[in-house]
């Protein structure tokens, strides 16, 4: 199993452009969490679906924030447009009954 | 609402000691407690985990000490070594699979010295 994958492994772009992370959860893992790692304020959680559907979003920061899942093989969390306030590592994590497997993450930095 | 607080934030230890980690909970609803070791560059990775019912949990060199009355909970790594260097993450989920949702404390840097 190659677990959790996520794509890209970094990104850098400009202030106001759009930005989409994505990830390819583990075969059969039914929760898919996006969470975002910051210095300051540790791991949030951002959202997460149980067999694809959006289940709880109430960490997703602000309306610029968007995330999909449409299909058990694939989620999107699309920035628009992207602030350098939100330069940090997003993970994507999945889950069947106990025990998250994360993936290695996404460093986004907006300048 | 932070609901899972970690102390202390960063921890030295030298080679060979015992590395102790401790998280205290407000909600009575959480179920299982596990603990995350994330390396630089990486995700977080499931160390162990510990569900109310018992006390303690061993798995190696690590242990988790639950005490539900008090709602905290302590990772312990015995004989601490320079390859434990990484921070440490303590969680919490609540009851049921409709909220199968993760809260994590604010991490532990801990760096063990040769």
């Known amino acids: 199993d190659a677990g959790v994958i996520q794509s890209p492994r970094h990104e850098v772009t400009e202030m106001g452009q759009e930005v989409t992370l994505r990830c390819k959860p583990i075969s059969g893992h039914d929760y898919l969490f996006w969470y975002r790692q910051t210095m300051m304020r540790g791991l949030e959680l951002l959202i997460y679906?149980?067999?694809?559907?959006?289940?709880?979003d109430s960490g997703m920061p602000e309306d610029r924030f968007s995330a999909k899942m449409p299909n058990a093989s694939f989620s999107t969390l699309k920035i628009q447009p992207s602030e350098p306030r939100d330069s940090a590592v997003y993970f994507c994590?999945?889950?069947?009954?106990?025990?998250?497997?994360f993936g290695s993450g996404t460093r986004l930095t907006v300048v | 609402q932070q609901q899972v607080k970690q102390s202390p934030q960063s921890l030295i230890v030298q080679k060979g000691g015992i590395s102790i980690i401790n998280c205290a909970y407000e909600?009575?609803?959480?179920?299982?407690f596990p603990w995350y070791q994330q390396f630089p560059g990486k995700g977080p990775a499931l160390l162990i985990a510990?569900?109310?019912?018992?006390s303690e949990k061993k798995e190696g060199r690590f242990t988790i000490s639950f005490n539900k009355s008090a709602k905290q909970f302590s990772l312990h790594i015995m004989d601490s070594q320079p390859g434990d260097s990484a921070t440490y993450f303590c969680?919490?989920?609540?009851?049921?699979?409709?909220?199968?949702?993760?809260?994590f404390g604010t991490g532990t840097l801990l760096a063990v010295q040769p």
């Open positions: 969680a919490a989920r609540g009851y049921g699979g409709a909220t199968n949702k993760l809260i």
């Open positions: 994590a999945t889950n069947y009954h106990y025990g998250y497997t």
């Open positions: 510990i569900r109310p019912d018992v």
């Open positions: 909600n009575t609803a959480f179920d299982y």
């Open positions: 679906f149980n067999n694809n559907v959006p289940i709880d």
